[in-house]
């Protein structure tokens, strides 16, 4: 029995690093009230948005109002009702539920209509539309090879790819309120190995000299006085919710599309790198190692998710973002937007 618990135990802790698909074989998606009835279960729930969006769960928010019906389902049986899986549900509320294993109704779809937007989308898919609008369609390839179809080869892998997410990794990390000296990068990094927070192989992927070189720029130092105020905050997701004029309205400039208070609600999702606050409002910071020589490129590529970043952190805190600033690993400098 000790041993079934210990394999059960390491599956789990190996299926936290893999998308549920992955792991477990099954796409994830989960649709929660986007106005709570208890603020702090609110809290809570937002708290693990994060983790859960970094391993692939799809996380969709009502927004018209409070939801309270709990629908289960997957390709044997499905449970809709109200009730929750616990003493009070079952016995003191009498809720009730529906469990069916009807194929008919389980396999049932409405119609699909054609449609010029989706309900939902992220942050990286409107990201590339702006590249697509910035430069010529054949002057850019907005899917890297190893994305495509028929890439499945370790050769056909983007290098340049690979060493940003483990650049992005390495900042997700990082301790900007202890690093100091000229050591503090590459003690910071054993430390990550050493805690399993990235693999060796990843680590010798960092280009240690742009990141000593980051750690003596003004950026770097506003953010490590903020971090020691406990004012920096990393890799935070968000879902906010726009009209379709105000979301797309940049990339079908010839189409008429629904705005006001009686369109639609689309969802936006993402995950902002790092964002900071000082007296005279948020600071919102993106990093990029795209291989550019000029800052308007990344200008071009990213001010609308910079926009989106700003726009989801003043929704969230009431409060103005002073600065957009993205940080260039191959400028070796911030460019402020």
């Given at each position: 029995m000790a041993d079934d618990f210990e394999r059960m135990a390491t599956s789990l802790?190996?299926?936290?690093?893999?998308?549920?698909?992955?792991?477990?074989?099954?796409?994830?998606?989960?649709?929660?009230?986007?106005?709570?009835?208890?603020?702090?279960?609110?809290?809570?729930?937002?708290?693990?948005?994060?983790?859960?969006?970094?391993?692939?769960?799809?996380?969709?928010?009502y927004t018209p109002g409070f939801i309270h019906q709990k629908v289960i389902f997957n390709e044997f049986s499905s449970v809709v009702g109200t009730i929750n899986m616990d003493f009070r549900s079952f016995y003191l509320h009498y809720e009730m539920g529906v469990w069916s294993r009807d194929e008919e109704l389980l396999e049932f779809s409405y119609p699909k209509a054609e449609m010029l937007f989706k309900a939902k989308y992220s942050v990286s898919e409107l990201k590339h539309k702006s590249m697509e609008a910035y430069y010529d369609s054949d002057t850019i390839q907005v899917i890297p090879d190893f994305a495509g179809e028929g890439k499945a080869d370790k050769g056909d892998v983007n290098t340049g790819a690979v060493?940003?997410?483990?650049?992005?990794?390495?900042?997700?990390?990082?301790?900007?309120?202890?690093?100091?000296?000229?050591?503090?990068?590459?003690?910071?990094?054993?430390?990550?190995?050493?805690?399993?927070?990235?693999?060796?192989?990843?680590a010798g992927l960092l280009d240690r000299e742009k990141i000593k070189t980051f750690t003596t720029t003004e950026l770097f130092g506003r953010m490590a006085r903020a971090a020691g105020r406990g004012l920096l905050f990393v890799e935070q997701p968000f879902v906010m919710g726009d009209h379709p004029d105000e979301l797309l309205g940049d990339y079908y400039p010839d189409r008429s599309l629904p705005s006001g208070d009686g369109s639609p609600m689309l969802l936006v999702q993402g995950i902002i790198d790092a964002f900071f606050v000082e007296d005279d409002g948020i600071v919102v910071v993106d990093y990029k190692t795209d291989r550019v020589k000029k800052a308007e490129e990344l200008i071009g590529r990213y001010k609308k998710q910079m926009e989106l970043y700003a726009d989801a952190l003043h929704r969230g805190f009431g409060k103005k973002v002073s600065q957009r600033i993205i940080y260039s690993f191959a400028l070796d400098d911030e460019v402020i937007l």
């Open positions: 802790q190996a299926s936290r690093h893999r998308r549920p698909r992955d792991a477990f074989g099954v796409d994830v998606k989960l649709i929660l009230p986007g106005i709570p009835d208890k603020k702090r279960v609110k809290h809570i729930t937002e708290y693990h948005y994060g983790e859960l969006i970094r391993h692939g769960v799809e996380i969709y928010e060493k940003g997410t483990a650049m992005h990794l390495f900042m997700e990390h990082f301790d900007f309120a202890s690093a100091q000296g000229e050591s503090a990068v590459d003690e910071q990094i054993e430390l990550m190995v050493e805690r399993g927070h990235m693999t060796e192989e990843q």
